[in-house]
């Protein structure tokens, strides 16, 4: 583990933990492959706020519990952060239904959201394409043919 990788000691009670401890484990994700975004998640539990920092860079990602400023701040209650990394809230439900809250880039809670299980019960999995290769058939698709 680097420096700057720091990590608390996941429990079975803990799903946040561990779902952040096995996201920082293999350090790139193909999934995240040209992709770079920061993002901050701020957990409430009664009266205390724990941090979970998260650094994607080109599909390396690093984890550490510090603070600071990030491309995007997410911020629920434990109940609803322990929802989305089981697979029981999609991100973009949760931030509609106000269950979390967004501040800064949507995009990169969006990019955030393909490494989030599936709900419970859900087989398969889609391969990941990413915003470049969306972006290109968007442009593609917008042309007028000459």
């Known amino acids: 583990m680097s420096a700057t990788q720091t990590r608390s000691r996941p429990t079975a009670a803990d799903p946040i933990s561990q779902f952040f401890d096995c996201l920082a484990q293999p350090g790139h994700l193909a999934t995240f ?14 009266a205390t706020t724990q941090r979970w920092h998260v650094t994607v860079h080109d ?20 109940p609803h952060l322990e929802a989305l990394v089981t697979g029981q809230l999609n991100a973009t439900a949760g931030v509609l239904r106000g269950l979390l ?12 959201q393909r490494c989030l299980p599936g709900p419970p019960g859900s087989t398969g999995q889609v391969a990941p394409i990413s915003s470049r290769a969306v972006m290109a058939q968007h442009n593609q698709k917008g042309r007028k043919p000459r």
Do not use: H, K
């Not at 492959?33 to 009664?46: G, H, K, L, P, Q």
């Not at 599909?59 to 434990?78: N, S, Y």
């Not at 809250?101 to 955030?112: K, R, V």
């Open 33 to 46: 492959e040209s992709e770079s975004a920061t993002i901050r998640f701020d957990v409430r539990d009664d």
């Open 59 to 78: 599909g390396d990602v690093t984890v550490t519990r510090r603070g600071g400023p990030a491309d995007a701040v997410v911020t629920a209650d434990r």
């Open 101 to 112: 809250s967004c501040e800064g880039s949507m995009a990169a809670l969006m990019m955030f």
